[in-house]
């Protein structure tokens, strides 16, 4: 059993899958687990659709890629990116890509095999299980605090997986494409999606699962005043 600091430590996001479903049991493991999260006044923001239906996940999938070829950026409940990058954000961001492709051999150019591994994440990484997580759009209408409980619980669900030997990938890809999301699933209309995670077995072989992008140090993002 990993203690918190080696879940921390050992947690990455894993973008490969062995074709190994997850049982419903370890879901609602985890899950009951990542309900222990806090919340502002207990609020418990968060909505989660966990699905492992193979037809509804590749229709998901389909349908946001066939939004993409469209030439649509986006059809979104939440903006998750900064829509102006400023460093040092925006060089991480640079290094942290760059560091992915140089691993796999992609060449900077080569748009093809860049799409290609966006699209990836519409086909889960080949994992069996997403968690799609929601909020009431009430929630955060002129209001963020939801965004942050359910921050919370996206790293409390990705810590407790790891308990069962489960990996994950959180997804702000499918953020980008809530709308897309919510009318295939048919949730009920008062419901934003936020992102998703997807959870499996990873394949250990897999070289981009290799991929540990590193940390900036202690000092470029804490103040210490004793
Ligand atoms: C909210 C959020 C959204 C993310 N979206 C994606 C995504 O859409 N696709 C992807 O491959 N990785 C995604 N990631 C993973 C990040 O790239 C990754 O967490 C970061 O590079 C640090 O690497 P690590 O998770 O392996 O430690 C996301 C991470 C977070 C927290």
């Known amino acids: 059993m990993p203690t918190v600091l080696e879940a921390l430590e050992n947690r990455s996001s894993k973008r490969a899958f062995l074709d190994k479903p997850l049982t419903k049991e370890t879901q609602e493991k985890i899950l009951q687990a990542a309900s222990h999260t806090p919340s502002g006044a207990n609020m418990q923001p968060w909505i989660t659709y966990a699905i492992s239906n193979k037809e509804l996940l590749k229709k998901v999938g389909d349908a946001i890629i066939e939004t993409m070829d469209k030439g ?25 890509g760059a560091g992915l492709y140089k691993l796999m051999e992609v060449d900077r150019k080569d748009n093809e095999t860049r799409l290609q591994m966006w699209h990836d994440n519409f086909r889960w990484f080949g994992a069996s299980t997403v968690f799609f997580v929601f909020t009431d759009k009430a929630n955060i209408d002129g209001a963020q605090g939801a965004l942050i409980d359910c921050g919370a619980y996206m790293q409390s669900i990705m810590l407790a997986a790891q308990e069962f030997g489960v990996d994950t990938c959180p997804q702000g890809s499918t953020t980008e494409f809530g709308k897309i999301v919510a009318r295939e699933l048919d949730v009920p209309d008062n419901l934003a999606l936020l992102y998703s995670i997807v959870l499996g077995y990873a394949d250990k072989d897999a070289k981009i699962n290799s991929y540990q992008p590193a940390r900036v140090k202690l000092q470029e993002s804490v103040t210490f005043i004793d």
Do not use: A, C, L, S
Not at 86 to 96: A, E, G, L, S
């Open 72 to 96: 649509v950026e986006h059809d979104q409940f939440i903006q998750y990116y900064p829509v102006k990058w400023v460093n040092p954000y925006k060089k991480r961001r640079v290094i942290t």
